[in-house]
């Protein structure tokens, strides 16, 4: 597994993170077994950087992650996780908030310390707030050594970047911006990434429309979208492929040239753990790759609007 800086931090990342959310059952139940199993599978192929949030399962995925990782060595794996965001419409960045949050996932996640905590969709909530309070507080935090380094996640681009590159954070995850039909975070990424600022990938597979199932009933993104990525998952059927795998070593094989550090898959399946490692050490077919460019390029870095209430299950 290749292996990258992530920013000045000083960690040294995987070119595959291991995302924890589905660990919280947001999409079918997950049994204990089945997380430790996942976690297991990982850091058996060198994914030791692990994402979590509060939101994600409402608070399971951080205490289903913590149960799995008991009697592993901490030193083995970077542990990441979130404050911020509580709810699909629960957004706060006030310092009470902010403390509680921290205490609360070290209990569930079984740890004196967090390597990584970042501010979770940022663009959703009272950015003065996040400025004035949580910020601050973190850096507090930073200096007691609850938490070893600060980031932000989010999707707009503009926000993040000037939020990042205003306060300094150490990291910057972004989601469904470097994909196979998105690619607006790759500018983005090598400023952030020159400015020493380590940047995360999340939600390569545009939080499934990038699979053979399509889009999701809830996904934000526009019909035309939709329609054109099936037509590119059909050619990848009929190339005896899938798509999912196409977009999947695409965005894994080449964000670095952009400074991308890392990029986080989440799963709740050990075998596909193992599946998505080994596409990690090899680059896409370019002739499929570009035929599939072709299909995609009315609709290449179109993204959807960030507007108050359409957050659902959006997030990184």
């Known amino acids: 597994m290749k292996r990258h800086d992530l920013g000045r931090t000083g960690i040294r990342v995987p070119a ?59 030193k083995s794996y970077t542990l990441a996780t979130k404050i911020g965001r509580y709810g699909d419409q629960d957004w706060d960045f006030s310092a009470d908030a902010t403390k509680r949050s921290i205490e609360a996932s070290l209990g569930r996640l079984g740890t004196d310390h967090i390597d990584v905590i970042q501010c979770h969709d940022i663009e959703y909530g009272n950015l003065d707030q996040l400025r004035n309070e949580a910020l601050p507080t973190l850096r507090k935090l930073k200096e007691e050594g609850v938490v070893r380094f600060v980031g932000i ?45 380590g940047v995360l990938n999340a939600s390569p597979l545009g ?18 979208v939709f329609e054109l990525v099936a037509a590119a998952a059909r050619l990848c059927t009929l190339a005896g ?60 870095d179109a993204g959807w609007d960030v507007l108050p209430g359409n957050g659902g299950k959006a997030g990184g």
């Open 241 to 300: 492929t899938d798509i999912s795998e196409l977009a999947m070593r695409f965005a894994l094989t080449t964000g670095d040239r952009h400074g991308i550090a890392t990029t986080v898959v989440g799963t709740a399946n050990a075998r596909n753990v193992r599946e998505n490692a080994r596409w990690a050490d090899s680059a896409p077919d370019a002739d499929l790759l570009g035929q599939v460019e072709a299909i995609l390029a009315p609709v290449m």
């Open 207 to 224: 939080m499934g429309l990038l699979t053979t199932r399509g889009a999701p009933s809830w996904h934000p993104g526009n019909e035309r």
């Open 153 to 197: 996640t989010g999707y707009r681009l503009d926000i993040i970047e000037k939020v990042a590159l205003d306060e300094k954070v150490d990291t910057v995850m972004a989601y469904c911006t470097y994909t196979l039909q998105d690619r607006r975070l790759a500018p983005v990424a090598e400023r952030l990434a020159a400015a020493g600022i």
């Open 16 to 74: 595959l993170a291991m995302g924890a959310a589905s660990l919280g059952s947001i999409y079918h139940p997950v049994s204990q077994d089945e997380a430790d199993a996942t976690v297991a599978a990982a850091l058996e192929c060198e994914l030791n950087y692990f994402d979590v949030a509060p939101y994600y399962g409402l608070t399971t995925a951080e205490t289903a992650l913590g149960k799995a990782l008991k009697g592993f060595d901490r």
